[in-house]
């Protein structure tokens, strides 16, 4: 079974240009989760979907940041326009939907991103 | 709100070392624990989790975890340490709440096995 696939695996833009961050779940999660972690420090839920729809986005960090999961399968973070302090590890992680908690989930290994 | 705090940031150890990675949390409920590991060029992946039970609970390549309740703790150990074990280590935790399992994580450890 195919994991949690994120690409690119690493990406340098310049300050103010846009980059858009995939993330494949394993097939048949309907939770879908992005977290970031800024180097040195913890990593830090951004926002989960169940299927297309939004459930939480309280760690979405300001409106420069798009997450979609278009037909509920692949999901993409656009930043826009990027800023240096947006650099960081973007994490993707999946789980699949159980009606209850105590869910598991899946990562990727995660995009690399570097604003300069 | 939960925190998870991880005082360890950098430990390093010969093989066939003991080893033990502190993590406490702040929260004021029931909560599920985790232990994700991230080898070097690798995915995060569960070494071991707490939902609810014994409170010691193994995990994968002899990894095993007691949760206290009454410190708010969940430290990590593995009794003899291989080179292969080198990684980053993350503490972390969530509310058994429905459609809110979004993960509180620790800011990390980073082991690294001498030879």
């Known amino acids: 079974e195919a994991g949690v696939t994120q690409f690119p695996s690493h990406s340098v833009i310049e300050k103010g240009q846009t980059v858009t961050l995939r993330c494949d779940p394993i097939?048949?999660?309907?939770?879908l989760y992005w977290y970031r972690r800024v180097m040195g420090k913890e990593i830090k839920f951004l926002l989960h979907f169940v299927k297309e729809s939004k459930q939480d986005e309280s760690g979405m960090p300001n409106n420069r940041f798009l997450a979609e999961r278009t037909g509920g399968t692949y999901s993409t973070l656009k930043v826009q326009p990027a800023e240096l302090e947006d650099s960081g590890v973007y994490f993707c992680?999946?789980?699949?939907?159980?009606?209850?908690?105590?869910?598991?989930?899946?990562f990727g290994q995660g995009t690399r991103l570097t604003v300069v | 709100a939960q925190s998870v705090s991880q005082h360890n940031h950098h430990v390093i150890l010969s093989e066939a070392a003991s080893l033990e990675l502190g993590c406490n949390y702040s929260y004021g409920g029931t909560v599920n624990l985790f232990w994700y590991v991230q080898y070097p060029g690798q995915h995060l992946q569960l070494l071991l989790k707490y939902f609810s039970g014994d409170p010691l609970v193994k995990g994968i390549k002899g990894f095993e975890a007691e949760f206290i309740k009454s410190k708010f703790s969940f430290n990590l150990r593995k009794p003899s340490v291989q080179w292969s074990d080198t990684a980053e280590y993350f503490c972390a935790v969530n509310p058994p709440n429905f459609g809110n399992e979004k993960l509180t994580f620790g800011t990390g450890t980073r082991l690294t096995i001498i030879p």
């Open positions: 097939s048949g999660h309907d939770n």
């Open positions: 992680a999946s789980s699949p939907w159980t009606g209850g908690s105590n869910t598991e989930a899946f």
